[in-house]
């Protein structure tokens, strides 16, 4: 990963000033048993470690405005997040992009001073990090050196779709970052015909579904939350993991490309697939 700055939490500037990031990577959740012999059973083995949420990550700096009033008023706000649940924004220094991840200020210790009128006063945050981080767009510079986020013009959605003309169809999907995506949202629509059944599969990945996909409907299979609709209904009464399943959720995407492989009873051929998700970053 490179060097990162925090610079908001939800629509609050968080301070710029004598930044200190105790950053780095998020901790991996850990599957090791060290047997009697002093060998270590790895539970994980040759698969990718998801990280260990929830973690903290402490961001120090100093509030600085130019009079006690304003310094008062953007401690307010600040302090006013403390136990919020938002997105934490960072950007990266080399090329202004800006990542996401949900987070909680757990506790916002502050140094106070003596004196008049006091101008700076050192803050701590202690964010709580609640899920992996997700990729942006770059952000667009405003005249007055602020920036601009918008969830509807810069969120980095990869969205693929495209006609299964028959079964088996391979569908390939890029993730444009450095960590394992697991939370992809596949919607499966058939076309003139039902789907009855319906595989899909990467190297790691074996589901499977089971029931009624009506013609011109959508299932809809949540990876992230393990769940599955039909035309809006839950259907996960229909899942089941197949012979070669290893993973302990259900899709992971890594950096790069993943071929992703469909096979479906029914649905004609004009059926579609797709895939959504964010890029995700260490």
């Not at 495209?162 to 596949?186: L, Q, Y």
Request: proline share 4%.
């Amino acid at each position: 990963m490179s060097r990162v700055k925090l610079v908001s939490f939800d629509d609050v500037a968080l301070p710029i000033y004598n930044p200190r990031l105790a950053g780095g990577t998020a901790p991996s959740r850990e599957a090791t048993i060290t047997l009697a012999d002093g060998t270590v059973y790895d539970a994980i083995g040759a698969d990718w470690a998801e990280i260990s949420l929830p973690y903290t990550l402490t961001y120090e700096c100093m509030a600085l405005e130019d009079d006690a009033s304003t310094l008062q008023t953007t401690l307010v706000s600040l302090m006013g997040k403390r136990g919020q649940r938002g997105k934490l924004y960072r950007r990266v220094l080399n090329d202004d992009t800006i990542h996401w991840a949900w987070a909680r200020p757990l506790q916002i210790p502050s140094a106070t001073g003596m004196g008049g009128l006091i101008t700076h006063t050192p803050l701590t945050f202690q964010f709580q990090i609640l899920s992996a981080w997700r990729g942006y767009y770059r952000i667009d510079w405003l005249l007055d050196d602020s920036y601009y986020l918008d969830d509807g013009l810069f969120l980095n959605d990869n969205s693929y779709t495209e006609t299964m003309a028959s079964s088996p169809h391979i569908i390939t999907v890029t993730n444009g970052g450095n960590g394992v995506c697991r939370d992809a949202v596949i919607t499966i629509t058939a076309g003139a015909a039902h789907i009855t059944a319906l595989t899909i599969a990467t190297g790691y990945t074996d589901i499977d579904w089971t029931g009624t996909l009506v013609a011109g409907n959508a299932l809809v299979l949540d990876c992230g939350a393990k769940s599955i609709l039909n035309n809006g209904v839950n259907a996960y009464s229909g899942f089941s993991y197949g012979a070669v399943h290893t993973l302990s959720g259900w899709l992971e995407l890594p950096p790069g490309d993943t071929a992703i492989t469909i096979t479906f009873t029914g649905g004609s051929t004009n059926s579609t697939v797709n895939v959504t998700f964010r890029d995700s970053w260490e």
